[in-house]
């Protein structure tokens, strides 16, 4: 296992996407090497910051809105 | 609790969307509800930007509405509007390209290996070093530079928590090739991201 060959994995390895086996060389990878280790641990940070529940909140105007322009549309709308 | 269940339990929504089918408007709006906020991040990570992802809002609930009668009841309610939801994001962005007649996928963007620059380490927690719209504005700002299929697939498979299979779907696109779309949307993201939070 080299660098290049783990990092081309790390998705599927963060997936836990992988054979056991493939598992367990990049496990002994990231123990011992810390570019890939840092590499694994950030990829994981970055999805977590856009998983964020507290961030991209729905402003407050552009719900009243959607609600105003659904009110509009729906209510005149005959079904 | 005194209150009756009917009263403290939230509908289930089989029952808001067969309401709402029946011509219920505040059924409809109890489903808005539920899902606006999730929408509306949508929008933004496939649009890149906040008048695109309110239009995207809009225009998904409006057409959720319209469509309800060909709404089968066996799949879930929420998957179809962000089905919709996402179509309607990335016409936008066809839209803002049509002029020049951009595919949605940069062909450069398939070929090449990804291999990382950045090695370091970041620093610990950085949500809680900057501002929230500080924060915002970086990662909408790493998202607007990915091609709008990667974002996609990001958006879905990491935040909105799809399946690979289920993305693939929602896409047209191979299992396989959402999944290079994923790793090649994670690590330049983590890139983007690591000039500016890592250590040092
Ligand atoms: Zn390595």
Redesign the interface.
């Known amino acids: 296992m080299n660098c290049?060959k783990a990092?081309?994995e790390?998705?599927?390895y963060?997936?836990g996407?992988l054979d056991a086996e493939l598992r367990e060389t990049i496990q002994v990878h990231l123990d011992k090497c810390?570019?890939c280790h840092?590499?694994f641990?950030?990829?994981r940070?970055?999805?977590e910051?856009?998983?964020?529940g507290?961030?991209?909140?729905?402003?407050t105007d552009?719900?009243l809105?959607?609600?105003e322009?659904?009110?509009r549309?729906?209510?005149s709308?005959p079904? | 609790m005194s209150e009756s269940p009917e009263a403290t339990l939230p509908k289930d929504e089989s029952v808001l969307v067969a309401e709402a089918k029946a011509g219920n408007y505040a059924a409809f709006d109890e489903l808005v509800n539920r899902y606006e906020k999730k929408i509306y991040r949508l929008g933004l990570h496939i649009t890149g930007n906040q008048e695109d992802a309110e239009d995207v809002l809009q225009e998904a609930f409006l057409k959720a509405f319209q469509h309800l009668p060909d709404f089968r009841e066996d799949s879930r309610f929420y998957t179809w509007i962000v089905r919709i939801a996402v179509n309607e994001g990335l016409m936008k962005l066809r839209k803002r390209r049509s002029s020049k007649e951009v595919a949605l996928d940069d062909p450069e963007d398939d070929e090449g290996e990804v291999m990382p620059r950045e090695f370091a380490d970041w620093n610990p927690n950085p949500e809680q070093q900057l501002a929230r719209a500080e924060l915002e504005s970086i990662l909408m700002k790493a998202v607007a530079g990915l091609p709008p299929t990667f974002r996609t697939v990001f958006y879905l498979r990491d935040v909105e928590g799809l399946s690979t299979e289920e993305t693939a779907e929602m896409l047209n696109l191979s299992v396989g090739a959402v999944k290079a779309r994923l790793f090649r949307a994670r690590l330049r993201l983590r890139e983007d991201l690591s000039r500016i939070f890592k250590r040092g």
């Open positions: 290049r990092i081309n790390i998705s599927n963060l997936d996407d810390h570019h840092a590499v641990d950030t990829t940070k970055t999805i910051l856009y998983c964020d507290k961030l991209f909140e729905l402003p552009v719900r809105r959607l609600h322009a659904l009110r549309k729906l209510c709308t079904r």
